[in-house]
Every structure is written in structure tokens, then in C-alpha cells.
């Protein structure tokens, strides 16, 4: 196909737009990086010149050794890896068994598994206090688990269900032809397909979890188990915050997500399931 | 190798009757052809031989023995996907072996199983790609080769040339029937294809709304079809069906005309007269006339549709070239013996 010579004014408008729109996305992480590396006594003074005059790395070396920074990102790591897996694991059950089974019940599961979609979490934090409280489970990692896992599993579950629903039943059936068990079957032919799902689904909650405050804040009050987020609010003294410091956890916070979405982005490509039919 | 019995087959989706008291005895080696239109269960009826499908009523037997209750993986049945199914994450090889490997066969004797049959089917330098690298027709033979590494008790095909081009869709049927020569394995095929079904069928099973229609020889359908719709269903083109009334000795057209159908008994609603056994004749003379409506030169064969005076279209087919043109006038026969008489519900009457 021929096409028409393109305005260059045209070409230009929308890498300005591009520019633009990335500008004024990547800036907060921008002021972040800026202030962790501006030394303190620069700070107030500079306040907003986009550029500093001097940098330093005192104020990471400052969070990682004086601070409980390490045990709050500790902390945050175990919860979010572990609510991450076990509701990428049940997700993934439930997913499969709404995405080829008809059971009765199951238009209801899936209603009530949309209606605790609708209510603002505020509504119902104290009502779990109570419940984790009645557990015992106050100011213990596993509370925040359970919650997250919770929460998110519905989600989780109709994310799942997409990606099962998206590889062709024949598939399976082509599997059990050739002997498998249905529990085979998705092992050996399913669940390698799914591994862009599993990902996908994997980051999601991950991120979740990582950044999640509200609970944090609820459920944990000694030091020992809290998680990142709520731990940064530990800058905040009563006098005076500091910045420096806490934009220097900030970043630090950023590597685990950066990370994780590094390792998983290569389940994330498209296209596994071609080939398999006509196509 | 195996005989398969379905006797009384049902089935049900819900309250949805899909198929209704299917009987049928498949011998050892024969190759039995499903036709049928779109949605009459054919599909159906075969997942339910796999194993894919649970039978609501009725008794499945290979060899004699019930298998309702066996899983597909017992049943050492192998089956070819209209879609193809091709594992998409394996390569050719693998997916033509996963078979034994999933019942645990040594890896030399996989690898020599899968070797061979790769060569049957052409594929040979294509084992290490991916399904996605693989044209239409390769897929097809992957599937194909996946079915034979297996070498099963009996082989199930659903369509498995439906996706290609015309020319690969010849070359393939010519396959399966040499295939089925050298494996003498029992096969069952679902095909909405004519030509596949006549050409390669022992025998062929004719499904309408779920029910069989008829079951025979395709000579048999061709020439003593049960009713109207396998008529209608089995030749090509289709067969021609004249609204007549009943005389003494025969039937008359709308036209008048009489034709003699000797010891016929009962009502007759409907003839049905086979394009190939009109022929063109004298208009002057001849029982039907009427006008060339289009005319198609295939060079082998000429189809004429022609509007006959009071009674309507018909189609007839002349062998070789016949120099008419559109407009022309002109009579036509019926060869005698090659009519086809129906009731009103659309039974066959026989003499
Ligand atoms: N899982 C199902 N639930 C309900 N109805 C079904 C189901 N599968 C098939 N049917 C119905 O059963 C009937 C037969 O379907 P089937 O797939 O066997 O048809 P087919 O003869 O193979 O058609 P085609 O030639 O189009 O492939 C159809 O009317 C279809 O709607
Ligand atoms: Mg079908």
C-alpha cells in the first residue's frame, strides 16, 4: 500500500504529545530520585530547581543502615510474595473450573464474588479489625496475607478465567485422546500456556500488595511486622519530615516491582497459543 | 483394529435432544462416513465414540465390551481435530510423540515411531518448528501424524480437511484413503464434503435433526435413497422434486403430462428425478418443454436450468459439450426407471 506523504507538522504535534504525556508521567518519579540524592542542607534551599547543585548517596546509606527500613521492605517482600502466590493459585483453580465447568451454584459464586467488588473498602475496615482481632491475628504478617488474598482473589479469578477461556478447548481434549488424565492435561498442555496469566496475574497482586496502606495501617501497630508503606510514615516525626530519607526508601521501594515486572515481562508476550488451531 | 456398537445412542444437552436412538454396528476396517447438515449432531456423535462427551442413554460397545463408562485415554481410539489441536508449545516432533511419552515410552523407540511416520506424511524436515511456523496444510499433517505415531484401534476425524485449499484438500483425501489401505484401521469421518464421503466411505451414515437417516453402500444412497432428504443430500448437483398428483397407472406433472410408474402402490406426493437423467429431446415431441434459463459449460459436463412450461425449474445435467444458449427452447425426457417417487411426509414409495 502506498501511503501519502505525512504532514511533517503533523509527525512533530504527536511526539510533542508522546513527550508531553511522558513528561508529566515519569516527573513525580523525576522529584523522587531528585530529593533522595539532594543532601540535606540543600533541600529547603534549592526547593524547587529542577536541577541540584550538588548530589549524594548519604541519604540511602542513612535508610539502610540507621533506619528499620530493611525490616519493613522485609516485611513487605513476604506479604506481597505471599499473598501474590496463594491468590495466584486459588485464582488460577477457581479461573479453570469457571472457564470449563458448568457446576450449579455457579452463577451465584460468581455474583457474590462481584458484589464484594462494589463495597469502598472504608466500609468494611472495621468489621475485619474485629475479625482479625477475634483471630488473634493482630500486628502478625499473616493478617495482611489473608486480607490481600481476599480481596484480590475475585479479581484474580476473572483475570484467570480470561486467559483459560482464550486457549481452545480442543486443546484438552486433543490431550486426553492422547492419554492424559485431566489433571495431565493441564499440566503438560494447559498451564504452559497460561504462564502469560499466571504472570500477569502474579504482577498485579504483587504490586497490590505492595503498595497497599490502608490495612497495613489497621491491622499492624508494633514496628516488628510493619510493612514499607507504613513503615515510610516513620519520617514523619513530629517536628519535621525527612525528605531526604524517605524519598531515598521510596526509591529503594521501587526496585522490587521494577524487578519482578523485569522477570516476568517475558511470560507477558503475546502470541503463545498460535498455531494451535487453523489460525 | 476393533468393531465399534452403538446401539440406541442418545443424547441430551439439558433438556435439548441432540441425537435420538442411534444404532449402528461398525466393522473391523471399515470406513464409515458421518454427513449431515450443520448442527445435526455429527460432532457430537463422535466426541461421544472418544470419550469426550458422556452418552445420556444407550450402551457404546468396542469388541463387544461397554466402554459408556471408560475415559478417552482407555479407549486407545486417536482423533483428528477440525481445528487441528496442535500443542502450540511443543515442536512437530514432540507433538506427534506426546502420546507415548505420556504413557511412558522409551525414548528410542518415540523418536524411530515418530521418524517413520513424519516421513509417511512428508514431514521429515520439519520436525524441530513450532506448530505456529507450519503452513495450513503441514498443521493438517501434524494432526494426521499424531493420530498415526498412536497406531490406534480405530481413528475418529472431524472435518479434518474443511480448513484447506481445494487442490490440498484433494491431496489429503487421497492420503486418508491410502492411509486407511495400510492400516486397515476401523475409521469414522465426519465430512460435510460430497465428494469426500462418496469417495472415500465403506459405508455412509446419513444424520438429519439428530436422527439417521439411512445407512448404506454410497451407490446405495445414490440409487435407493430412503427418503426425500437423502435425495436431496447425496449427489450432486441435487436431485430435482416435481409436486405431481397420483393416477391409475403412474403420475401426472402439473404440465399433464403423464408418466408411467408400473407396480408402484400407494399415494405419491413428489418425484424426484436426478439432473443427470434428464435428457434434452425433440420440443416438438417431447413431454416437458421449456426455455434455457442459464447455462454453465464445464467443458466434461453442461448444466442447463431450464424454466419448464407449467411446471418449473429444473436442472438437468448433459455429458460432454452441448452448444446451448440461453433463451434457446427446448424438450426434455426423463430417463424411465431413474425417477424417484416420495409421499407427502417424504418417504420413499418403491414398486
Ligand atoms: N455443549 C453443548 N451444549 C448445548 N448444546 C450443544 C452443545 N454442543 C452441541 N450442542 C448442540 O448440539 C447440536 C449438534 O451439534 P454438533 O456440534 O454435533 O453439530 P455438527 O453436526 O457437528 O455441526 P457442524 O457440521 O456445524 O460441525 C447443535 O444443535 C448444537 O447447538
Ligand atoms: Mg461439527
Same mark, same amino acid.
Given at each position: 500500500?502506498?501511503?501519502?506523504?505525512?504532514?511533517?507538522?503533523?509527525?512533530?504535534?504527536?511526539?510533542?504529545?508522546?513527550?508531553?504525556?511522558?513528561?508529566?508521567?515519569?516527573?513525580?518519579?523525576?522529584?523522587?530520585?531528585?530529593?533522595?540524592?539532594?543532601?540535606?542542607?540543600?533541600?529547603?534551599?534549592?526547593?524547587?530547581?529542577?536541577?541540584?547543585?550538588? +548530589?549524594?548517596?548519604?541519604?540511602?546509606?542513612?535508610?539502610?543502615?540507621?533506619?528499620?527500613?530493611?525490616?519493613?521492605?522485609?516485611?513487605?517482600?513476604? @506479604?506481597?510474595?505471599?499473598?501474590?502466590?496463594?491468590?495466584?493459585?486459588?485464582?488460577?483453580? +477457581?479461573?479453570?473450573?469457571?472457564?470449563?465447568?458448568?457446576?450449579?451454584?455457579?452463577?451465584? @459464586?460468581?455474583?457474590?464474588?462481584?458484589?464484594?467488588?462494589?463495597?469502598?473498602?472504608?466500609?468494611?475496615?472495621?468489621?475485619?479489625?474485629?475479625?482479625?482481632?477475634?483471630?488473634?491475628?493482630?500486628?502478625?504478617?499473616?493478617?495482611?496475607?489473608?486480607?490481600?488474598?481476599?480481596?484480590?482473589?475475585?479479581?484474580?479469578?476473572?483475570?484467570?478465567?480470561?486467559?483459560?477461556?482464550?486457549?481452545?478447548?480442543?486443546?484438552?481434549? +486433543?490431550?486426553?485422546?492422547?492419554?492424559?488424565?485431566?489433571?495431565?492435561?493441564?499440566?503438560?498442555?494447559?498451564?504452559?500456556?497460561?504462564?502469560?496469566?499466571?504472570? +500477569?496475574?502474579?504482577?498485579?497482586?504483587?504490586?497490590?500488595?505492595?503498595?497497599? @496502606?490502608?490495612?497495613?495501617?489497621?491491622?499492624?501497630?508494633?514496628?516488628?511486622?510493619?510493612?514499607?508503606?507504613?513503615?515510610?510514615?516513620?519520617?514523619?516525626?513530629?517536628?519535621?519530615?525527612?525528605?531526604?530519607?524517605?524519598?531515598?526508601?521510596?526509591?529503594?521501594?521501587?526496585?522490587?516491582?521494577?524487578?519482578?515486572?523485569?522477570?516476568?515481562?517475558?511470560?507477558?508476550?503475546?502470541?503463545?497459543?498460535?498455531?494451535?488451531?487453523?489460525? | 483394529?476393533?468393531?465399534?456398537?452403538?446401539?440406541?445412542?442418545?443424547?441430551?444437552?439439558?433438556?435439548?435432544?441432540?441425537?435420538?436412538?442411534?444404532?449402528?454396528?461398525?466393522?473391523?476396517?471399515?470406513?464409515?462416513? $458421518?454427513?449431515?447438515?450443520?448442527?445435526?449432531?455429527?460432532?457430537?456423535?463422535?466426541?461421544?465414540?472418544?470419550?469426550?462427551?458422556?452418552?445420556?442413554?444407550?450402551?457404546? !460397545?468396542?469388541?463387544?465390551?461397554?466402554?459408556?463408562?471408560?475415559?478417552?485415554?482407555?479407549?486407545?481410539?486417536?482423533?483428528?481435530? !477440525?481445528?487441528?489441536?496442535?500443542?502450540?508449545?511443543?515442536?512437530?516432533?514432540?507433538?506427534?510423540?506426546?502420546?507415548?511419552?505420556?504413557?511412558?515410552?522409551?525414548?528410542?523407540?518415540?523418536?524411530?515411531?515418530?521418524?517413520?511416520?513424519?516421513?509417511?506424511?512428508?514431514?521429515?524436515?520439519?520436525?524441530?518448528?513450532?506448530?505456529?511456523?507450519?503452513?495450513?496444510?503441514?498443521?493438517?499433517?501434524?494432526?494426521?501424524?499424531?493420530?498415526?505415531?498412536?497406531?490406534?484401534?480405530?481413528?475418529?476425524?472431524?472435518?479434518?480437511?474443511?480448513?484447506?485449499?481445494?487442490? $490440498?484438500?484433494?491431496?489429503?483425501?487421497?492420503?486418508?484413503?491410502?492411509?486407511?489401505?495400510?492400516?486397515?484401521?476401523?475409521?469414522?469421518?465426519?465430512?460435510?464434503?460430497?465428494?469426500?464421503?462418496?469417495?472415500?466411505?465403506?459405508?455412509?451414515?446419513?444424520?438429519?435433526?439428530?436422527?439417521?437417516? !439411512?445407512?448404506?453402500?454410497?451407490?446405495?444412497?445414490?440409487?435407493?435413497?430412503?427418503?426425500?432428504?437423502?435425495?436431496?443430500?447425496?449427489?450432486?448437483?441435487?436431485?430435482?422434486?416435481?409436486?405431481?398428483?397420483?393416477?391409475?397407472?403412474?403420475?401426472?406433472?402439473?404440465?399433464?403430462?403423464?408418466?408411467?410408474?408400473?407396480?408402484?402402490?400407494?399415494?405419491?406426493?413428489?418425484?424426484?428425478?436426478?439432473?443427470?437423467?434428464?435428457? $434434452?429431446?425433440?420440443?416438438?415431441?417431447?413431454?416437458?418443454?421449456?426455455?434455457?434459463?442459464?447455462?454453465?459449460?464445464?467443458?466434461?459436463?453442461?448444466?442447463?436450468?431450464?424454466?419448464?412450461?407449467?411446471?418449473?425449474?429444473?436442472?438437468?445435467?448433459?455429458?460432454?459439450?452441448?452448444?446451448?444458449?440461453?433463451?434457446?427452447?427446448?424438450?426434455?425426457?426423463?430417463?424411465?426407471?431413474?425417477?424417484?417417487?416420495?409421499?407427502?411426509?417424504?418417504?420413499?414409495?418403491?414398486?
Amino acid at each position: 500500500m502506498a501511503v501519502a506523504r505525512r504532514n511533517p507538522l503533523l509527525t512533530l504535534g504527536k511526539y510533542a504529545a508522546i513527550l508531553f504525556y511522558l513528561s508529566f508521567a515519569l516527573f513525580p518519579l523525576y522529584w523522587l530520585l531528585k530529593i533522595s540524592i539532594t543532601p540535606d542542607q540543600l533541600i529547603y534551599t534549592e526547593g524547587t530547581a529542577l536541577w541540584p547543585t550538588d +548530589a549524594t548517596l548519604e541519604n540511602f546509606g542513612k535508610v539502610i543502615w540507621q533506619t528499620d527500613f530493611l525490616r519493613f521492605f522485609w516485611n513487605s517482600l513476604i @506479604v506481597s510474595l505471599a499473598a501474590a502466590a496463594i491468590t495466584t493459585v486459588i485464582a488460577a483453580g +477457581a479461573g479453570y473450573a469457571f472457564s470449563r465447568f458448568r457446576f450449579p451454584g455457579q452463577k451465584l @459464586v460468581i455474583a457474590l464474588m462481584l458484589l464484594t467488588q462494589m463495597f469502598p473498602l472504608l466500609m468494611i475496615i472495621a468489621p475485619i479489625y474485629k475479625i482479625v482481632a477475634m483471630l488473634g491475628l493482630l500486628n502478625s504478617l499473616s493478617s495482611l496475607i489473608l486480607v490481600y488474598t481476599a480481596f484480590n482473589i475475585p479479581f484474580a479469578t476473572f483475570l484467570m478465567q480470561s486467559f483459560f477461556d482464550g486457549i481452545p478447548k480442543d486443546l484438552e481434549d +486433543a490431550a486426553m485422546m492422547d492419554g492424559c488424565t485431566r489433571f495431565q492435561a493441564l499440566r503438560k498442555v494447559i498451564l504452559p500456556l497460561t504462564l502469560p496469566g499466571l504472570g +500477569a496475574t502474579l504482577g498485579f497482586i504483587f504490586t497490590a500488595a505492595w503498595s497497599e @496502606v490502608l490495612f497495613a495501617l489497621m491491622l499492624i501497630r508494633s514496628e516488628d511486622s510493619m510493612t514499607f508503606p507504613v513503615g515510610m510514615l516513620t519520617f514523619v516525626s513530629k517536628f519535621s519530615v525527612d525528605w531526604g530519607q524517605m524519598m531515598a526508601a521510596g526509591v529503594l521501594a521501587l526496585i522490587p516491582s521494577c524487578l519482578f515486572f523485569i522477570f516476568i515481562q517475558r511470560y507477558l508476550v503475546q502470541g503463545l497459543t498460535s498455531g494451535a488451531v487453523k489460525g | 483394529m476393533a468393531r465399534l456398537d452403538l446401539v440406541g445412542i442418545e443424547k441430551r444437552f439439558g433438556g435439548v435432544e441432540v441425537l435420538r436412538d442411534v444404532n449402528l454396528s461398525i466393522a473391523d476396517g471399515e470406513f464409515i462416513v $458421518l454427513v449431515g447438515p450443520s448442527g445435526c449432531g455429527k460432532s457430537t456423535l463422535l466426541r461421544m465414540i472418544a470419550g469426550l462427551e458422556d452418552i445420556s442413554a444407550g450402551e457404546f !460397545q468396542i469388541d463387544g465390551q461397554r466402554m459408556n463408562e471408560v475415559p478417552p485415554r482407555d479407549r486407545d481410539i486417536a482423533m483428528v481435530f !477440525q481445528s487441528y489441536a496442535l500443542y502450540p508449545h511443543m515442536d512437530v516432533a514432540r507433538n506427534m510423540g506426546f502420546s507415548m511419552e505420556i504413557r511412558g515410552a522409551e525414548a528410542s523407540a518415540r523418536a524411530s515411531r515418530v521418524a517413520a511416520a513424519a516421513r509417511t506424511l512428508g514431514l521429515d524436515k520439519l520436525t524441530a518448528r513450532l506448530p505456529r511456523a507450519l503452513s495450513g496444510g503441514q498443521r493438517q499433517r501434524v494432526a494426521m501424524g499424531r493420530a498415526i505415531v498412536r497406531e490406534p484401534r480405530a481413528f475418529l476425524f472431524d472435518e479434518p480437511l474443511s480448513n484447506l485449499d481445494a487442490a $490440498l484438500r484433494v491431496e489429503m483425501r487421497l492420503e486418508i484413503a491410502r492411509l486407511h489401505q495400510r492400516l486397515k484401521a476401523t475409521m469414522v469421518y465426519v465430512t460435510h464434503d460430497q465428494v469426500e464421503a462418496l469417495t472415500l466411505a465403506d459405508r455412509i451414515v446419513v444424520l438429519n435433526g439428530g436422527i439417521v437417516q !439411512q445407512v448404506g453402500t454410497p451407490l446405495d444412497l445414490y440409487q435407493t435413497p430412503a427418503n426425500r432428504f437423502v435425495a436431496q443430500f447425496i449427489g450432486s448437483p441435487t436431485m430435482n422434486i416435481l409436486g405431481v398428483s397420483r393416477t391409475d397407472s403412474g403420475v401426472r406433472l402439473a404440465n399433464g403430462a403423464e408418466i408411467a410408474l408400473p407396480g408402484l402402490s400407494g399415494p405419491v406426493a413428489e418425484l424426484g428425478i436426478r439432473p443427470e437423467h434428464l435428457d $434434452l429431446a425433440d420440443p416438438a415431441t417431447a413431454p416437458l418443454t421449456g426455455t434455457a434459463d442459464v447455462v454453465e459449460h464445464l467443458g466434461s459436463d453442461t448444466n442447463v436450468y431450464v424454466q419448464v412450461d407449467g411446471v418449473g425449474p429444473l436442472m438437468v445435467r448433459q455429458h460432454g459439450h452441448v452448444p446451448l444458449r440461453a433463451g434457446d427452447r427446448l424438450g426434455l425426457v426423463l430417463q424411465p426407471g431413474q425417477t424417484h417417487a416420495f409421499t407427502a411426509d417424504g418417504r420413499t414409495v418403491r414398486a
